[in-house]
Each structure stands twice: as structure tokens, then as C-alpha cells.
């Protein structure tokens, strides 16, 4: 499933707010079977021993991340003898024998599923692919970070039972992580819960009676018609902008006030909320969303919302220093407010942090 860029801000904050795409685990059932170095193995070097035994860091000579060094050994016997798991001394320590236990006791074991996996590898040969080599696992593990990886095809998974309460591709995801949790699903609402669900979720405020009572009827009718009606209703409503705008807003840190110890009041910091809200009524794609926020006065500078969007740079916190502070004191608080400013940006848009750019401005 690809996502475009230009994806309409209410079918997107569906996506992220509704949708839980499950990950399927397939589980090897035979012990004996064949051992996947890359898929088996290297996960478990990865997580208990690269921290010391592997890139620039090699406690007892030992690096477990590249073939040769690993199958050479350090500085006591081989770690690894292909064939004999038992001469093995990679093994003889996660068994802790001879008193000796790694990984050391201030991190957690392997289990017996693990230790199990690594004997049957090193008795099936220790095959290892030369192209799985690790030379540095910390530029590794930032290369498996979720927000660098591509989106991915998504498979409607194939189910079995009660398929016919079904409606729609999510619904098979739903179902397939109930039915994997040993869960039916629950009955239909009726239509009073029905309404107040869609009214809350969608607005974030109660149906009067009288609405109430409208849609009873109209869903006794024709219940499909009935929830589409409503649902187009709300959407097109200004409390729908209001209600789901406020998680944008928490992301951009908005508040109508500076904060820290003097927290004076910002008279006109509403132009930016406002933009929020009018964003996700109007449906702004989510490509012009960002970009006006980050540049909108470049983009379109004779745009009042463009230009009432770029607050996202500056809803943070700030403080302006009275002139009897010193100017280095004063520099260092303008550094601060930049650092909110490039933080915001990289958690809020990008899935990261970057804090290292307080520090390091090299790539």
C-alpha cells in the first residue's frame, strides 16, 4: 500500500488514528529445522552481544558482527567451531559453564530457545552468507529505524470462521488480531450507541435528543445509508476540524501563551490554530499541510493562511530576555528556542529526534 503525498488530511488522520496494521510472526515449530543465519542468528547477536562484541568495540578481542573475525575467535579459544557446538566456547558461555556467563548478568539472557538455535546452527555447519557481515551496528540499527523504511504492499490477510462480518479491507486486519487472541468479534451496536460513538469520535461532542432520535429512524430504514449520511454530516462539520486538530496541535506544542516563568499571553497565536482547524476541514492535502507550516511565507507569501501556518516554527515555548541579561545569556536562550524548533520538526515530521544537531552540525 503506498500512500501519496497529496493524500487528503481527514483520509489520513484516518488512517493514523483508526488503522492498526497487525505483524504477523510465523514461529518455527521444528527445533531441528534448518537455521537461517540472517533470520535465526543475527538477531540474537544483535541484541545481547554487538554491544561489546562487535564494530570498534571488541571486549576480549572477540568481534561477533563480521564472519572472519567471528569464526577466528579472541583473545581464548574459538568462539565458534562449525560442526561442534559443544567445543564452541560461544555456546559454553551463554550456558554460563566454568562459572563464566555472557551476556553478563547486568544484561538479560538468552533463553533456551535461543541458546537451542545457536547449537543447531553451529552442528548444521555455521553457515554464514558472506554479504551479512556488520561492520558497524550502531549504523546498522539506525538504517532499521521504522521511519526510514519504505512503505511496503500490505496483504489483506485470507481468514477463516466468521468472515462474513467483514465489511471492508480493516476489518480483516480486526479480525485476524482477534481471532489470533482467541477473541470473537463483539455484537453490531444498536443504533443509539451507534450515533453517540460516531458523534463522539468524529467531533468530540454528544448528539442532542432530537439528532439522536433522527438517526434511529433513519437507521431502521436502511442502517448503511443511514451511517453514511451522518458520517458525511459530521465530516462536514467545524467541530469535526476542532476535535481532531487538537492532536496536530499537541505534536506543534501550541498553547496560547509563551511559558516558562513569564508565560504572557500570545494575543494572536489563534491565527495558527485556526489554520489547523480550517486544514482538516477543508481537506488540504497533506503535502501543502507540511509545507506551508515549514515555509508557507516562501510558498505563497501573499497567502494569510500560508503565512499563519509557518506558527508551527514558533508555537514553542519562549522567553524574551529583559536587556540587563548578559548577551551571551540571551544567545544561549535563542539557541534554545531553535533547538524546540529543529526537535519538533524531526519528531513531528520526520519520526526522529535530533537532538545531536544541539551539538553536531556535520552530517
Request: glycine fraction near 6%.
Amino acid at each position: 500500500m503506498s500512500i501519496p503525498k497529496n493524500l487528503p488530511l481527514k483520509m489520513l488522520f484516518g488512517i493514523f488514528f483508526f488503522v492498526s496494521c497487525p505483524i504477523s510472526v510465523e514461529c518455527v515449530a521444528d527445533e531441528k529445522a534448518k537455521i537461517d543465519f540472517v533470520r535465526d542468528i543475527q538477531p540474537i547477536l544483535r541484541e545481547h552481544c554487538y554491544e561489546c562484541h562487535a564494530g570498534t568495540t571488541e571486549e576480549g578481542g572477540l568481534n561477533l558482527g563480521i564472519r572472519d573475525a567471528a569464526f577466528r575467535g579472541g583473545d581464548s579459544d574459538a568462539a565458534i567451531v562449525p560442526g561442534k557446538s559443544d567445543e564452541s566456547l560461544l555456546v559454553q558461555l551463554v550456558n554460563g559453564q566454568d562459572g563464566w556467563i555472557m551476556p553478563p548478568e547486568s544484561h538479560p539472557p538468552l533463553n533456551k530457545i535461543q541458546i537451542q538455535q545457536l547449537r543447531d546452527w553451529i552442528d548444521q555447519g555455521a553457515s554464514w552468507p558472506k554479504d551479512a557481515d556488520v561492520a558497524n551496528p550502531k549504523l546498522e540499527q539506525a538504517k532499521r529505524h521504522w521511519a526510514f523504511q519504505r512503505l511496503q504492499p500490505t496483504r489483506i490477510p485470507k481468514l477463516e470462521g466468521n468472515t462474513d462480518w467483514t465489511r471492508n479491507p480493516i476489518d480483516s486486519f480486526v479480525l485476524q488480531r482477534l481471532q489470533q487472541a482467541g477473541l470473537s468479534p463483539s455484537k453490531p451496536a444498536n443504533a443509539r450507541t451507534l450515533v453517540r460513538r460516531l458523534y463522539f469520535d468524529l467531533i468530540g461532542l454528544p448528539p442532542t435528543p432530537e439528532q439522536t432520535n433522527h438517526f434511529i429512524e433513519a437507521h431502521a430504514d436502511d442502517p448503511t445509508s443511514a451511517v453514511h449520511n451522518l458520517v458525511d454530516e459530521l465530516l462536514a462539520s467545524p467541530r469535526y476540524g476542532e476535535r481532531w486538530g487538537r492532536h496536530w496541535l499537541d505534536i506543534a506544542r501550541y498553547a496560547d501563551s509563551d511559558g516558562q516563568e513569564a508565560d504572557m499571553d500570545r494575543p494572536h497565536a489563534y491565527h495558527y490554530r485556526d489554520f489547523v482547524i480550517g486544514a482538516l476541514n477543508d481537506n488540504m492535502p497533506y503535502d501543502q499541510f507540511v509545507r506551508w507550516q515549514l515555509a508557507g511565507d516562501e510558498y505563497e507569501p501573499d497567502s494569510d493562511a500560508a503565512v499563519s501556518a509557518t506558527g508551527f516554527l514558533t508555537a514553542g515555548t519562549s522567553f524574551k530576555l529583559p536587556d540587563s541579561f548578559l548577551e551571551s545569556e540571551r544567545l544561549l536562550n535563542r539557541y534554545n528556542e531553535l533547538d524546540d524548533v529543529i526537535s519538533t520538526v524531526g519528531s513531528g515530521l520526520l519520526g526522529i529526534t535530533v537532538a545531536c544537531a544541539r551539538c553536531h552540525d556535520h552530517k
